[in-house]
């Protein structure tokens, strides 16, 4: 994925949702808060499927690299597969951890 590729979808804590103009105005330090990024459709773009995933296996995707220069992101969807009848519902567990390298 190319750095420019994708729009910010920032995630905005709020206590109740805002209404008319407010639902659209400008929120301060918008660019500070977390993102996720929604990607459309690329010729370029290769999707992997693990039709066959057991139980036991384990998917990690990298969400983000500070460095650039080498695959720093990882699209990643799920959809439902209606050519596999014998497919068995999967449950997704989402765990983040942050890790700090230094050449020092």
Request: glycine letters at 2%.
């Amino acid at each position: 994925m190319r750095d420019d590729e994708g729009t910010h979808n920032t995630k905005v804590d709020v206590t109740e949702i805002p209404t008319g103009d407010a639902l659209y105005a400008p929120i301060a330090g918008e660019e500070d808060m977390l993102a996720a990024t929604i990607f459309h459709y690329s010729p370029r773009h290769r999707w992997w499927y693990f039709p066959d995933l057991q139980p036991q296996e384990v998917i990690f995707i990298k969400l983000y690299d500070s460095d650039h220069s080498k695959a720093w992101r990882c699209p990643h969807t799920a959809f439902r597969d209606t050519t596999r009848p014998d497919a068995q519902p999967r449950r997704s567990m989402e765990f983040r951890a942050l890790a700090y390298f230094s050449n020092h």
